[in-house]
């Protein structure tokens, strides 16, 4: 199967294995800005596979988990009202707000519905034209185009009970942040190929060359992480800080020029609130003044809403890449997917959904870690791949 089979080939991976243990003479923390990603080195084993000296760290590259809880708040709000159909995508809806989250909303009579595209919502809207139908926009880059054309769709249409709560936000910014902390360990980045293929990978090189990081854009499967690894690892080894392109199937160094010209159309950019680190400048998107009419935060004046984070959850601290998921004192018994504290939990991109799903429910200090004499695990112990149960799945 063209770029399924070949990208989890064992041998393949054996082969990058060995050059990554060639190559490495003293470790290393890289971070992988991307839930995807996450999920495929936990599912696959890769940080076990690893020589000790490489330490892969979670960063903020889930969608669902970064959005701040006053915005979760804000869409059960209008969710709520009788006048509006509330559409989302699945993992959305067990996002824990303030006490409740969109399940119950629906449970109490809100009309609250998952939908596949936000056109599909678009199109309840002219079907239903007495009524209020918002759709719950989040996401980075990879997400933004299909909704700015949603709406700019509806603008040119003329459908005017159409409205999108926004809550976009952008990879770079928060590279620069997690930089800027004094906590911070990174040395260099894989960054997302899906983000890349759209914007393209001119923004990177500015901040490769200020925090004297590589920044290495990777794709899914366990062959592009890997790959990924190996040539972030090499230049670190050699003192080198530049932009890598690993992804060159996917990712143009333009990116789409139309989604981005939909982009700069209908969005401008802003401060956004992330969840669990607080507001980065320039880090997201918020619909243009001429799109304002579709801004369902403003239609439904639900921007004054704010939220304090609850303290028992410390997902903020996992999107920050200070915390694996284990380590947390909840993690596995007062938060569980079903029980969740926090998105990281639900989405299907968190990072504690992740370590949940695939067992690393105790594993002693960081992943990937083996006890006192044990022999490090080969390409082949793990499997190419490892499908689970549907019934095991924490995705809606």
Known sequence: MKYIDEFQDPDLAARLLDDIRATVTRPWALMEVCGGQTHSIIRHGIDQLLPDEVELIHGPGCPVCVTPLEVIDKALEIASRPEVIFCSFGDMLRVPGTGRDLFQVRA??????????????LRLAEENPDREVVFFGIGFETTAPPNAMTVHQARRRGIRNFSLLVSHVRVPPAIEAIMQSPDCRVQGFLAAG??????GTAEYPALAERFRVPIVV????PLDVLEGVRRT??????????VENAYPRAVPPEGNPAARAMLDDVFEVADRAWRGIGVIPDSGWRLSPRYRDHDAEHRFQVGDITTLEPAECRS????????KPHECEAFGTTCTPRTPLGATMVSSEGACAAYYLYRRLDLPGRPGSRPPGATAPTATDAPAVTVPSREDSSVV
């Open 218 to 221: 990777t794709g899914f499967e």
């Open 233 to 242: 690892v090499r230049q670190l080894e050699r003192g080198e800080h530049t």
């Open 316 to 323: 903020g601290e996992v999107l920050q890449g200070l915390l």
């Open 194 to 199: 899906h983000v890349c293929s759209v914007m």
């Open 108 to 121: 109490e009579g809100g009309d609250v519905r998952v939908v596949y595209s936000p056109l599909d919502a």
